[in-house]
């Protein structure tokens, strides 16, 4: 598990692996490498809160999606690293 220096409230950028599942019988072909720059909202369990996110595809430098929602929830398990922006 990911030891977090930041504290809540604070921005940050997180590079974590997105898994993409379609269905129960569906099956996960590969990770996508994600980096999301926003705020750090709150540490909920297996989760992290990022507010106003900003989310970058690493393999091919795009936005994704291309309308940025409210909020993200990152799961612990997927975040590579976090650090302070």
């Known amino acids: 598990m990911i030891n ?3 504290q809540n409230q604070e921005e940050v950028r997180v590079r ?10 569906n099956k ?14 709150k540490e909920d369990g ?6 106003s996110p900003k989310n970058i595809r690493r ?5 994704h999606p291309e309308k940025n929602p409210m909020f993200y929830f ?5 975040i590579e690293k976090i650090e302070p922006v």
């Not at 990152?74 to 997927?78: E, K, N, S, Y």
């Open 16 to 25: 974590w692996n997105d898994a993409v599942l379609y269905g129960p019988k």
């Open 28 to 41: 996960v072909d590969r990770l996508t490498a994600m980096e999301t720059i926003g705020i750090l909202e």
């Open 46 to 51: 297996d989760f992290i809160i990022i507010r």
């Open 4 to 6: 977090f220096s930041v």
């Open 59 to 63: 393999a091919d430098n795009t936005f």
């Open 74 to 78: 990152i799961p612990r398990g997927m």
